[in-house]
């Protein structure tokens, strides 16, 4: 059961390591682009490539989803950015239970986007856990984890990509001890759990009163999905990299100080200026702020964010 990239490596991994994957659940396939075409997602475009056969009920919980799952009579359910909760109907069907793929160190930042939120939050070091399935959200007994430095620089798409390797790599270790009989179940101490909320496109707008560093984490973390952003009057500009100067702010949070094409586009915030080194105007594409300068003008002295 998974859906978006990040599931992909362990749909992969359990075909490769010999697993006999009856059927994958999905989520329904979705209208995207600008003609709104139903579009299906990763996992169920690999799972088609490999043949096995897919269900995508709109709520697994619900009868008819209940029944699909019933009739694969299944040993064991896998987990992986699947998007919906499992009811305990659901989770009392496969004999051996299921395993879950968390793209954090449990039980640290349970919830929909522990990828984006580790950046965001400035954390040094996450990884992935598996994780015995329950009621609750991310609340299993754990089982194994890997952990790894977050780069300096790393986005949430770029950790998602190799979080998504180490965690089919972790869950096929996780089945060979389930396997032989191994596998040691770790309740979560929910004095140190944390929740992060769900995603939504609100979450990258920028407060430039923030530090320098909060900003830098908010960008990274909300790039690709659902983008860092601020206003200018003409509509939202789309940051996605931005660096810190180290001359403390010369302005007022959000000031335009500087916007040339040699100089580049400086903005002041909380503590510090920023240059916005890769930037999305309205109506633009995604460019170098010095190379966008070079044919078009922003106004210094202007604030972003108070349109």
Same mark, same amino acid.
């Given at each position: 059961?998974?859906? /978006?990239?990040?599931?992909? /490596?362990? +749909?992969?991994?359990?075909?490769?390591?010999?697993?006999?994957?009856?059927?994958?659940?999905?989520?329904?396939?979705?209208?995207?682009?600008?003609?709104?075409?139903?579009?299906?997602?990763?996992?169920?475009?690999?799972?088609?490539?490999? %043949?096995?056969?897919?269900?995508?009920?709109?709520?697994?919980?619900?009868?008819?989803?209940? #029944?699909?799952?019933?009739? +694969?009579?299944?040993?064991?359910?896998?987990?992986?950015?699947?998007?919906?909760?499992?009811?305990?109907?659901?989770?009392? =069907?496969?004999?051996?239970?299921? &395993? @879950?793929?968390?793209?954090?160190?449990?039980?640290?930042?349970?919830?929909?986007?522990?990828? @984006?939120?580790?950046?965001?939050? %400035?954390?040094?070091?996450?990884?992935?856990?598996?994780?015995?399935?329950?009621?609750?959200?991310?609340?299993?007994?754990?089982?194994?984890?890997?952990?790894?430095?977050?780069?300096?620089?790393?986005?949430?798409?770029?950790?998602?990509?190799?979080?998504?390797?180490?965690?089919?790599?972790?869950?096929?270790?996780?089945?060979?001890?389930?396997?032989?009989?191994?596998?040691?179940? =770790?309740?979560?101490?929910?004095?140190?759990?944390?929740?992060?909320?769900?995603?939504?496109?609100?979450?990258?707008?920028?407060?430039?009163?923030?530090?320098?560093?909060? *900003?830098?984490?908010?960008?990274?973390?909300?790039?690709?999905?659902?983008?860092?952003?601020?206003? +200018?009057?003409?509509? @939202?500009?789309?940051?996605?990299? &931005?660096?810190?100067?180290?001359?403390?702010?010369?302005?007022?949070?959000?000031?335009?100080?500087?916007?040339?094409?040699?100089?580049? +586009?400086?903005?002041?915030? %909380?503590?510090?200026?920023?240059?916005?080194?890769?930037? #999305?105007?309205?109506?633009?594409?995604?460019? @170098?702020?010095?190379?966008?300068?070079?044919?078009?003008?922003?106004?210094?002295? *202007?604030?972003?964010?108070? &349109?």
């Amino acid at each position: 059961m998974g859906t /978006p990239d990040f599931a992909v /490596p362990s +749909l992969r991994a359990l075909v490769e390591g010999g697993c006999n994957v009856v059927g994958v659940f999905c989520q329904p396939d979705r209208p995207k682009g600008r003609g709104h075409k139903l579009a299906c997602c990763p996992v169920k475009e690999e799972a088609v490539r490999l %043949g096995i056969p897919v269900f995508q009920p709109e709520r697994i919980k619900r009868a008819d989803g209940v #029944q699909m799952l019933c009739s +694969l009579e299944p040993d064991l359910c896998v987990t992986a950015a699947f998007g919906q909760l499992l009811s305990q109907e659901i989770l009392d =069907i496969p004999k051996m239970g299921t &395993v @879950n793929v968390h793209s954090s160190l449990l039980p640290k930042h349970r919830g929909s986007a522990p990828i @984006n939120w580790s950046i965001m939050m %400035g954390d040094q070091v996450t990884g992935v856990t598996t994780m015995f399935t329950d009621r609750g959200m991310d609340t299993g007994d754990m089982l194994l984890k890997a952990e790894t430095l977050i780069g300096e620089k790393e986005t949430a798409g770029e950790l998602s990509s190799r979080l998504a390797d180490m965690g089919a790599e972790l869950l096929m270790e996780t089945l060979k001890r389930l396997k032989d009989g191994t596998l040691v179940r =770790i309740p979560q101490n929910p004095e140190e759990a944390t929740y992060e909320p769900k995603l939504d496109k609100e979450t990258g707008r920028i407060d430039w009163k923030k530090k320098a560093q909060e *900003i830098d984490w908010l960008v990274r973390g909300a790039t690709p999905w659902p983008g860092a952003f601020t206003t +200018l009057p003409e509509g @939202n500009m789309k940051i996605f990299e &931005v660096c810190a100067l180290g001359t403390g702010a010369t302005g007022r949070p959000g000031q335009v100080r500087k916007a040339d094409g040699k100089t580049g +586009l400086v903005v002041s915030c %909380g503590d510090d200026d920023m240059e916005l080194v890769q930037i #999305q105007m309205p109506g633009a594409k995604r460019m @170098n702020a010095k190379d966008y300068l070079r044919g078009h003008g922003i106004e210094t002295g *202007i604030v972003l964010g108070e &349109v």
